[in-house]
């Protein structure tokens, strides 16, 4: 990768870590998951708010870690909103193999160019997991993540 390019990613990811997107507990969220990464201490909390026909129709987060993991759930939470279920964990399938430096061909050109920031990751297999917090815990919530009604 060009020195200019890689420079450029390590800002972007500095960015979304310091200005996280979509960050912050979201009101009448319908899916929660928590997720933990005891390596380095990372904790990610995703909100989800999935309407009748499967749609994300909006997505927080909240959490401390380090600037891969923040950067990477602020990424996350910009892409997903308004995408199908579906649509979201085909992009964490394509993520998860673009951090970990495997062909990631399937995921779109248009995601890919916001996700590609994320690529240098797969040089340190120790930080693949910061990178995957949010996504595995995205998933976990759309699974399993029904939040308790509070009305």
């Not at 420079?7 to 200005?19: A, K, N, P």
């Not at 909240?62 to 996350?76: D, F, V, Y």
């Not at 085909?90 to 993520?95: D, E, Q, V, Y």
């Amino acid at each position: 990768m060009d020195e200019t390019l890689r420079e450029l990613y390590q800002e972007v990811i500095l960015d979304h870590s310091r200005h996280p997107r979509h960050f912050g507990v979201l009101a009448g969220a319908n899916h929660v998951g928590e997720g933990h990464n005891p390596l380095c201490g990372d904790r990610v909390k995703v909100y989800l708010t999935v309407n009748g026909d499967d749609r994300i129709a909006d997505v927080s987060f909240e959490g401390k870690g380090c600037a891969i993991s923040q950067a990477s759930a602020s990424l996350m939470t910009g892409l997903i909103k308004g995408r199908t279920v579906a649509e979201a964990e085909h992009l964490m399938s394509g993520f998860v193999h673009l951090v970990k430096g495997e062909d990631a061909g399937d995921i779109a050109p248009g995601d890919r160019e916001h996700l590609e920031v994320m690529a240098g990751v797969s040089a340190f297999p120790m930080r693949v997991k910061c990178a995957t917090l949010a996504w595995h815990t995205m998933k976990s919530a759309l699974e399993d993540g029904l939040a308790a009604k509070t009305e």
